[in-house]
Antibody
Framework: QVQLVQSGAEVKKPGASVKVSCKTS????????MHWVRQAPGQGLEWMGI????????TYAQKFQGRVTMTRQTSTSTVYMELSSLRSEDTAVYYC?????????????WGQGTLVTVSS | QSALTQPRSVSGSPGQSVTFSCTGA?????????VSWYQQHPGKAPRLMIY???KRPSGVPDRFSGSKSGNTASLIISGLQAEDEADYYC??????????FGGGTKLTVL
């Protein structure tokens, strides 16, 4: 069965970086894009970006450009999201979610979420 | 990329129908038939309920349906049930491999 298993909760200080992983199984890794979506406490969902696991190319939401990097490791079917220069407003649950490698397809399966807390 | 506009809350009694609206622009909702809706219960990951405006994934009850007119998409839940109480988010493709979510609507089943 399809599984997207994310790494555990993180606590970081302002200005630091965080790297969250999303290990996939149960499907062909390169048949699905991977997205990252975050949700601040009590707030809505916010799309951060997408990576094509096949070639590794990524597209980021304008808001996060320059601060976010999405990468993948095909040997372990894992994708990563690194966010730098953290500030308190980055405190959120970060989700990975897949969509088929066809333009504009929906997010049909989600990881369990990773809580990142930014606090001094 | 501005967030899509959703009402903050909607309520209904069991058995009734409720409609959620999601308003965007010609660059997202109006420009693509790639609107999806997600249900999220507290502390849980979102679940895909509707995609491509009006298609239901396997396992989603046919009480859930979707539509679109111009720059506004809608989710309709008929025969409301207690377990439908959750937050609902719309999402649209916005071109050049970017997506945008709505702010979410909280559904209360009275």
């Amino acid at each position: 069965q399809v599984q997207l298993v994310q790494s555990g909760a993180e606590v970081k200080k302002p200005g630091a970086s965080v790297k969250v992983s999303c290990k996939t199984s149960g499907y062909t890794f390169t048949d699905y894009y991977m997205h990252w979506v975050r949700q601040a406490p009590g707030q809505g969902l916010e799309w951060m970006g997408i990576i094509n696991p096949s070639g590794g190319t990524a597209t980021y939401a304008q808001k996060f450009q320059g601060r976010v990097t999405m990468t993948r490791q095909t040997s372990t079917s894992t994708v990563y999201m690194e966010l730098s220069s953290l500030r308190s407003e980055d405190t959120a649950v970060y989700y990975c979610a897949r969509s088929m490698v066809v333009v504009a397809t929906p997010f049909d399966f989600w990881g369990q979420g990773t809580l990142v807390t930014v606090s001094s | 990329q501005s967030a899509l506009t959703q009402p903050r809350s909607v309520s209904g009694s069991p058995g009734q129908s409720v409609t959620f609206s999601c308003t965007g622009a010609s660059s997202d909702v109006g420009g693509y038939n790639s609107v999806s809706w997600y249900q999220q219960h507290p502390g849980k990951a979102p679940r895909l309920m509707i995609y491509d405006v009006n298609k239901r994934p396997s396992g989603v009850p046919d009480r859930f349906s979707g539509s679109k007119s111009g720059n506004t998409a809608s989710l309709i839940i008929s025969g409301l049930q207690a377990e439908d109480e959750a937050d609902y988010y719309c999402c649209s493709y916005a071109g050049t491999y970017t997506w945008v979510f709505g702010g979410g609507t909280k559904l209360t089943v009275l």
